[in-house]
C-alpha cells in the first residue's frame, strides 16, 4: 500500500497488539498506565537507535507505524531492549492476555491473519499488480477507477447515443463549488471540426510529439464555465474525472485533455467556439476524448505508491 524506498518487515504477527492493548484499555483503566511508559521507553531507544517505523511497508493501512516494527528493529539494534524484554516482555503479554476474553484474543488473531495474507509483494508495489490480485474481491466502481486509462488509440466506430448521454450525466452528477453547477458540456463529434480543432492544436505546440493531439477520436467533449468563475478549473476537472469512469464502466476509450482549449481560447479559437455553441463569456477549461479503444490490452500505467503518510 505504501512506500516504495521501504525496509522488508520480516514480522509474522501471530495476533494485533494493538487491538488486544484499545480492549484492554477499553476494560481497565489502569493499564494504560503500565503499558505507555513502557512504550515511550521503546520509542526513546527506537530514536536512539535512529530507528522510523514509518518506512515499513505495509499492506494494510491499520498496520502503518506498527510497534511490532519498532520491537523487531529493536530486537536486532539493542542490547538494553533485549535485556528488558526478557525481563518483562513476557509477563507483559501474560498480564495482558490475562484480561481478556477469547474471543478478544480470537478476534486479534484473525486480524492479524488477514493483514498477514494480505502482505505487499514489494518486488514490485505497482498498482496493477495490486488490481490484479485483488481483482475478484474488488466493487465495480474500484474496479473501473484502475481499469481507466487514457487511451491514446481510437478505432473509427463512433460512441452510441445512449452511451454519450450515460457519459454526460455522469459528468454532469459530479459536485461544484457552492453548487453553482454553472460548467457546461460541448459535445463535438463533426469530422471536419474535430480536424480543424486537431490541426490548430498541433500547429500551437513548439515541439509536437504526436501528429494527432486529439489522437484522432470521435467524439470530444469539451467542459467550460464562465470566464471568471473562482472554481473553474477544480469543477470541470471533476467532471471530466466522472465522464472518464463513465466511458471506462462502458468499455469505452477515452483521456482528459487541456490541450484543445488553449487553441479555443487563442483569437481564431474563439471564432470555433463560437461556432460549436461554447456559450458566450465562457472560457473552455477542459477536455474529454471518447471512443472505442483500438488497443484494449494496453495495461493502464504504473503508480508510484510512495505518495502516502498516516498520521495517526
Ligand atoms: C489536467 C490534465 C491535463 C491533461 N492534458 C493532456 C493533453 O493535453 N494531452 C494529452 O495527450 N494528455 C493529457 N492528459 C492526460 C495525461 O497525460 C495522462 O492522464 C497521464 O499521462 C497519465 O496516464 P493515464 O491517464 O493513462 O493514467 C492530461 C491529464 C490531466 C489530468
Redesign the pocket.
Known amino acids: 500500500m505504501l512506500n516504495s524506498n521501504q525496509q522488508t518487515p520480516r514480522i509474522i504477527c501471530k495476533n494485533c497488539a494493538l487491538q488486544l492493548a484499545l480492549k484492554c484499555y477499553e476494560l481497565h483503566w489502569w493499564f494504560r498506565l503500565v503499558r505507555e511508559p513502557l512504550l515511550l521507553g521503546m520509542r526513546l531507544l527506537a530514536r536512539w537507535h535512529g530507528i522510523d517505523v514509518r518506512k515499513h511497508v505495509v499492506r494494510n493501512p491499520e498496520c502503518y507505524g506498527c510497534i511490532r516494527f519498532m520491537k523487531a528493529e529493536l530486537e536486532e539494534k539493542s542490547l538494553t531492549f533485549r535485556l528488558l524484554n526478557d525481563l518483562i516482555g513476557k509477563e507483559f503479554s501474560e498480564l495482558r492476555d490475562s484480561m481478556l476474553s477469547k474471543q478478544d484474543l480470537d478476534e486479534a488473531k484473525r486480524y492479524a491473519q488477514e493483514a498477514m495474507e494480505t502482505e505487499l509483494d514489494l518486488e514490485t508495489p505497482k498498482i496493477n499488480k495490486l488490481i490484479n490480485k485483488e481483482k475478484n474481491e474488488m466493487n465495480q466502481t474500484i474496479e473501473t477507477i484502475h481499469k481507466?486509462?487514457?487511451t491514446?488509440s481510437y478505432t473509427t466506430e463512433q460512441v452510441k447515443g445512449q452511451d454519450l448521454e450515460s457519459i454526460i450525466f455522469a459528468g454532469i452528477a459530479g459536485p461544484t463549488a457552492r453548487n453553482t453547477q454553472n460548467r457546461h458540456f460541448t459535445v463535438v463529434q463533426n469530422e471536419e471540426i474535430l480536424r480543424q480543432i486537431n490541426d490548430s492544436v498541433l500547429s500551437l505546440q513548439t515541439s509536437p510529439v504526436?501528429r494527432f493531439?486529439l489522437?484522432n477520436a470521435p467524439t470530444l467533449i469539451v467542459v467550460s464555465t464562465p470566464a471568471d468563475y473562482q472554481f473553474a478549473e477544480q469543477d470541470s476537472?471533476i467532471a471530466v474525472e466522472n465522464m472518464t469512469l463513465a466511458a471506462t464502466s462502458l468499455g469505452l476509450g477515452s483521456?482528459?485533455?487541456?490541450?484543445?482549449t488553449r487553441f479555443l481560447e487563442t483569437d481564431s479559437g474563439k471564432k470555433i467556439k463560437q461556432e460549436i455553441g461554447i456559450p458566450e463569456g465562457y472560457r473552455s477549461i477542459?477536455c474529454l476524448i471518447v471512443g472505442y479503444d483500438a488497443d484494449p490490452d494496453q495495461e493502464?500505467?504504473s503508480r508510484n505508491l510512495n505518495v502516502v503518510n498516516y498520521v495517526k
Open positions: 481507466r486509462k487514457g491514446k504526436n493531439p489522437y476537472a483521456r482528459y485533455l487541456v490541450s484543445p477542459a493502464p500505467v
